[in-house]
């Protein structure tokens, strides 16, 4: 299994990024998926997750409003549409993928390899 996560970088405060997370080797439409950061010097932190049927998410309150997840079956990618960037936003984002239907993470079968998005002041 592979998840493979891009669309990070460096923005502006106020600014808005999209990551994608392109999975393959599992039958993607059976997985729940989620995102979770990680800032320097603080634990990892679930931003979110999407059932595997699309449709329902959930969100931390620290995003909720500002981001969105999303996700194509048929291209077996999950997106994380990031708006109106702050600067603690800034960490390294995984995407995860967990057997199941809940959008609510407690646990990840699989985890990507992180892509790294600075939002500055």
């Known amino acids: 299994v592979q998840l493979q996560a891009s669309g990070g970088g460096l923005v502006q405060a106020g600014g808005s990024l999209r990551l994608s997370c392109a999975a393959s080797?599992?039958?993607?439409?059976?997985?729940?998926m989620g995102w979770f950061r990680q800032a320097p010097g603080k634990e990892r932190e679930f931003v979110g997750g999407i059932r595997w049927s699309g449709g329902d998410a959930y969100y931390a309150d620290s995003v909720k409003g500002r981001f969105t997840i999303s996700r194509d079956n048929a291209k077996n990618t999950v997106y994380l549409q990031m708006n109106s960037l702050k600067p603690e936003d800034t960490a390294v984002y995984y995407c995860?993928?967990?057997?199941?239907?809940?959008?609510?993470?407690?646990?990840?079968?699989?985890w990507g390899q992180g892509t790294l998005v600075t939002v500055s002041s």
């Open positions: 080797g599992l039958t993607f439409s059976r997985y729940s």
């Open positions: 995860a993928a967990k057997y199941g239907s809940s959008a609510y993470f407690v646990r990840s079968d699989y």
